[in-house]
């Protein structure tokens, strides 16, 4: 992201266990199920982003949603690909090493590894959705903390569905490359969702 102003830490921190103390006491998932994506929806979807973006993201701003709907009903669902994926290949496959030969991942780690990069992972998009709506006003955007949890999300399709390359970890490096492409779609995503000038996009995702 460009300079500009961010979110103060206490305020983030805040912002995130608010959203995760609503989400545990059911409030998104009981209120907002109509909102949650079938399977079916959420394939489309995932296709959608990734081969024809442009129209996609029309139809993600036009959408109601929630952060309980958008997590539930895809986030946590597609970011599941790439640890399960993580946890075959290391264990399963392993890496190979010069001398040493094949070098697999005992199944305990290789659980606990992934789960604290799940957790992770979906705890960092959250976060940088509250940088990214933050940084609104600075580039002529609209503040909107549902758009901006959209941009970022639907942004990590490509580097989640890559993550399935994980399964050999010698090809677990495509998925990075994948993840660029994330980057282009932050890019075309932002005027539709934060409503900034499409000349300022490219300094908004920088």
Same mark, same amino acid.
Request: net charge positive.
């Given at each position: 992201?460009?300079?500009?102003?961010?979110?103060?830490?206490?305020?983030?921190?805040?912002?995130?266990?608010?959203?995760?103390?609503?989400?545990?006491?059911?409030?998104?998932?009981?209120?907002?199920?109509?909102?949650?994506?079938?399977?079916?929806?959420?394939?489309?979807?995932?296709?959608?982003?990734?081969?024809?973006?442009?129209?996609?993201?029309?139809?993600?701003?036009?959408?109601?949603?929630?952060?309980?709907?958008?997590?539930?009903?895809?986030?946590?669902?597609?970011?599941?690909?790439?640890?399960?994926?993580?946890?075959?290949?290391?264990?399963?496959?392993?890496?190979?090493?010069?001398?040493?030969?094949?070098?697999?991942?005992?199944?305990?780690?290789?659980?606990?590894?992934?789960?604290?990069?799940?957790?992770?992972?979906? =705890? $960092?998009? #959250?976060?940088?959705? /509250? !940088?990214?709506?933050? @940084?609104?006003? &600075?580039?002529?955007?609209?503040?909107?903390?549902?758009?901006?949890?959209?941009?970022?999300?639907?942004?990590?399709?490509?580097?989640?569905?890559?993550?399935?390359?994980?399964?050999?970890?010698?090809?677990?490096?495509?998925?990075?490359? =994948? $993840?660029? #492409?994330?980057?282009? /779609? !932050?890019?075309?995503? @932002?005027?539709? &969702?934060?409503?900034?000038?499409?000349?300022?996009?490219?300094?908004?995702?920088?």
């Amino acid at each position: 992201m460009q300079a500009g102003r961010l979110p103060e830490s206490g305020n983030a921190m805040t912002s995130l266990r608010d959203g995760l103390r609503l989400y545990r006491c059911g409030d998104f998932a009981n209120n907002n199920r109509k909102l949650t994506m079938d399977p079916a929806k959420l394939i489309e979807r995932a296709k959608g982003i990734c081969l024809s973006p442009k129209t996609e993201w029309e139809k993600i701003a036009a959408e109601p949603a929630t952060v309980g709907s958008l997590f539930t009903g895809y986030a946590m669902i597609l970011a599941a690909i790439p640890a399960i994926a993580g946890v075959i290949g290391s264990t399963v496959f392993g890496i190979q090493l010069p001398i040493i030969g094949t070098v697999r991942t005992p199944i305990g780690s290789a659980l606990a590894h992934a789960v604290v990069a799940y957790v992770l992972g979906l =705890a $960092a998009v #959250y976060v940088i959705s /509250l !940088i990214v709506n933050a @940084l609104a006003p &600075t580039f002529d955007g609209q503040k909107d903390p549902i758009a901006a949890l959209k941009v970022v999300m639907y942004s990590m399709t490509p580097g989640w569905l890559a993550g399935i390359l994980s399964i050999i970890p010698m090809l677990g490096v495509l998925a990075v490359i =994948a $993840a660029f #492409y994330g980057l282009y /779609l !932050i890019y075309i995503g @932002l005027p539709k &969702t934060m409503k900034n000038p499409e000349t300022k996009s490219l300094g908004y995702t920088a």
